[in-house]
Structures are given as structure tokens and as C-alpha cells.
């Protein structure tokens, strides 16, 4: 059983701060992705990554997919209060359903 | 383009009811679809997942069961509710045809909240 385990679980900081969330797994995955997650919505894609060492940025958002490829960080540069929300990251393997499996989750605040 | 419904968005049933939730997907054509449960404020867990008409798989044995009697409609079910069925229930689609990971990603339904009481 693949699992992804995101750290930290909560996280509340000022406005203007930096932050970085991670996601480890012991598993290999072929990608990772990133989601955030509003309350009483479904969660909405921000990025994928699929080749190790590869960096995506997203605005202030900035997206690492570790050399190995099994884990990834989200660095977030000068967070805003719309930053505010849950952060998902989830891995996906080969196979025809491209099932994803999904991280605990870092409950983003950012207080203005 | 392509749009994701699911309804209803919220539901108070009693323990031993059925259950019947429902997703269709627009503006595509044989797309994977899977059903994940939520707890509060965390990770998603994968429930089934299917990836044609009448093909479902189930990831965690227990009383839902799922059905997918057209290409583009994603049905969960119970025939009688637990307390422990309680939860936020996500929808999503992704493409089905073969493709690299680059683009890939899930499109989620704006989620139902049920309660069982």
C-alpha cells in the first residue's frame, strides 16, 4: 500500500511569510500532484510533476518533485490570506484507472 | 469543456437507510471516475474507481457499493446506512484514453455532506 505523508498537519502564519509544506512517501510514484481544497468544495488541481528533480512555479507557489520521486515540497512565497486552505498533494503509478492516492493534508491559515 | 455534477450537496439520514448519491460528467466521453470519502479537514481515501461501463473496482471493503450504468454517470450506494458512514463524498474524472502524466489530473464535484444520525 502506497502512502504519502504530509507535513506539517497545520500551519498558520502571518501575511507576507514564507512557508514550505512537504509530502514523503517511501514508494517510486510517476507523478505527483498538488491540490488545494476550499471548505465544502472539492479540491481543484494546481500542479503535476513527473519527472524527478523538476520544479514548477505557480506565481508565488514553487513545486519540487524530489530526484528520486518520492516525495515533493510547495513553498509559498509572501502568503496571502487567499492562500488560506487545505493543501493536497496526491501520487499517482502506472495502470490503466491512474488511481491517485492522497497525502494527509496541511491546513494552510494565513491571518492578514 | 468539461463540467462535473454531483448531487446532493448535503444529506441527514438516519442509521439503516439507503443511500443514493449520484455524478454525471459533460463534455467528455469514456472517462475514468472514482469515488473518494473525506474526513474532516483531511487526506482523501479511495472508495471505487471505474473505468468503463459496469467496471468497478472497490478499494476498502464495506457496506457502499457503486455502479456505473452509463459512460458518464457515477452512482454510490447503500442499502442501509452505518454511523461510521458519515463523511464528505467527492466525485472526480480524469481522462481515460492513454496519456502521459504531464497534464494529467482529476476534476472533482463540488462534494456531498452526509450525515447519519
Known amino acids: ?112 | 469543456s468539461q463540467t462535473i455534477h454531483q448531487w446532493p450537496a448535503t444529506l441527514v439520514q438516519p442509521v439503516g437507510s439507503p443511500l443514493s448519491l449520484e455524478c454525471t460528467v459533460e463534455g467528455t466521453s469514456n472517462p475514468n471516475l472514482y469515488w473518494y470519502r473525506q474526513a474532516a479537514g483531511r487526506g482523501l481515501q479511495l472508495l471505487f474507481y471505474s473505468v468503463g461501463i459496469g467496471q468497478i473496482s472497490s478499494e476498502v471493503p464495506q457496506n457502499l457499493s457503486a455502479s456505473r450504468p452509463q459512460d458518464r454517470q457515477f452512482i454510490l450506494s447503500s442499502k442501509k446506512l452505518l454511523l461510521s458512514d458519515s463523511g464528505f463524498y467527492l466525485c472526480a474524472w480524469s481522462v481515460g484514453i492513454l496519456t502521459g502524466w504531464s497534464n494529467y489530473g482529476y476534476t472533482f464535484g463540488s462534494g456531498t455532506r452526509l450525515t447519519v444520525v
Not at chain 1, 497545520?10 to 507523478?31: A, M, P
Not at chain 1, 520544479?55 to 518533485?65: A, D, E, S, Y
Not at chain 1, 520521486?69 to 484507472?97: F, M, N, V
Open chain 1, 1 to 112: 500500500t502506497q502512502l504519502l505523508e504530509q507535513s506539517p498537519q497545520f500551519l498558520s502564519i502571518q501575511e507576507g511569510e514564507n512557508l514550505t509544506v512537504y509530502c514523503n512517501s517511501s514508494s517510486v510514484f510517476s507523478s505527483l500532484q498538488w491540490y488545494r481544497q476550499e471548505p465544502g468544495e472539492g479540491p481543484v488541481l494546481l500542479v503535476t510533476v513527473v519527472t524527478g528533480g523538476e520544479v514548477k512555479k505557480l506565481k508565488r507557489l514553487t513545486f519540487q518533485f524530489g530526484d528520486a520521486r518520492k516525495d515533493s515540497s510547495l513553498h509559498i512565497t509572501a502568503a496571502q490570506p487567499g492562500d488560506t486552505g487545505l493543501y493536497l498533494c496526491a501520487g499517482g503509478s502506472s495502470g490503466s484507472a491512474r488511481q491517485l492516492t492522497f497525502g494527509s493534508g496541511t491546513q494552510l491559515t494565513v491571518l492578514p
